[in-house]
């Protein structure tokens, strides 16, 4: 009975997160800076018609409302039928909703990724500045965050293998878990260099912009790699002392975490009075 109070607990507060406050966060950015920043003055931001971002954020708040909507009702059917916490796979549930939480989220990125595109299309200038300053990682990523990082990660590996009697064989659910947290982590470091040195994709983005975005991101990922170290340790102590019905919980607060690590991080870096908007006024014509 406590592990069920405590697993809808938690889902109703991922339903809310995710679907309610996040995404009302975000809605409101978007607002503030269309009408702040408006087509008219601002139109390098803007490759597209003023109706298509009205339309684009009104889809955004209706899709999350839906969601919120469709995974109250999942989980009021999940209370009906008594729902089995100890079920095989039952941990994946929460997962599935998040994800599916999520995809409001990624088509905006999508959205992002194409209009992008259009701004360098669209952008007319000959001439462009560059940033000659040299780009070193600790000039972006906080020192200490980077480092708490790779501890966690390491006392991970350590206890992980320390509550398997240091069986690490290379058929050892022990192993497969060490890949899979090597294998995400590689593919951090891939996004962060490559937030680092490759070509700026926003053509009118200053180096200083483009520093603090960077920094976001990469926070956001290590905040996400913090939250994978933990949740490998959280689940094999499940696992040890068969506290399987906590399985279910223990995923839904590891999706919220990595949200709000992220999304917060990013929200908050990222803040629309940090930003230049100047650059994506009209150039004025030479006489």
Not at 61 to 87: E, K, P, T, Y
Not at 107 to 124: N, P, V, Y
Not at 266 to 285: A, I, K, S
């Amino acid at each position: 009975m406590t592990e069920s109070i405590i697993f809808y607990a938690l889902l109703t507060s991922q339903l809310v997160l995710m679907s309610f406050y996040f995404p009302r966060r975000i809605h409101q950015r978007m607002q503030t800076a269309f009408y702040t920043y408006t087509p008219d003055q601002y139109p390098r931001l803007y490759p597209k018609p003023a109706s298509y971002y009205e339309r684009l954020h009104q889809n955004y708040r209706l899709a999350n409302q839906l969601l919120l909507i469709l995974g109250c009702s999942v989980m009021m059917a999940m209370l009906a039928i008594d729902f089995d916490l100890s079920a095989k796979h039952a941990q994946m549930v929460p997962w599935a909703i998040f994800m599916i939480q999520m995809m409001p989220q990624l088509a905006l990125e999508l959205a992002e990724f194409k209009q992008l595109k259009l701004m360098r299309q669209s952008d007319q200038r000959t001439t462009r500045k560059a940033e000659l300053s040299p780009r070193r990682l600790f000039d972006i990523v906080p020192r200490p965050l980077f480092t708490v990082t790779i501890i966690i990660l390491t006392v991970s590996f350590v206890l992980d293998a320390f509550m398997n009697d240091f069986n690490i064989g290379f058929d050892t659910s022990t192993f497969y878990r060490w890949l899979i947290l090597g294998l995400g982590n590689m593919g951090f470091a891939l996004g962060a260099w490559w937030l680092i040195y490759a070509r700026k994709k926003n053509p009118y983005q200053s180096g200083t912009e483009r520093k603090l975005q960077a920094r976001a991101n990469i926070s956001s990922m290590l905040y996400v790699s913090i939250g994978m170290s933990l949740f490998v340790v959280i689940s094999e102590t499940i696992d040890t002392y068969e506290l399987v019905r906590l399985s279910p919980a223990a995923m839904s607060l590891y999706c919220q975490l990595i949200a709000m690590a992220s999304l917060s991080t990013m929200l908050n870096t990222l803040r629309l009075d940090r930003l230049d908007f100047e650059v994506y006024r009209e150039e004025p014509q030479s006489a």
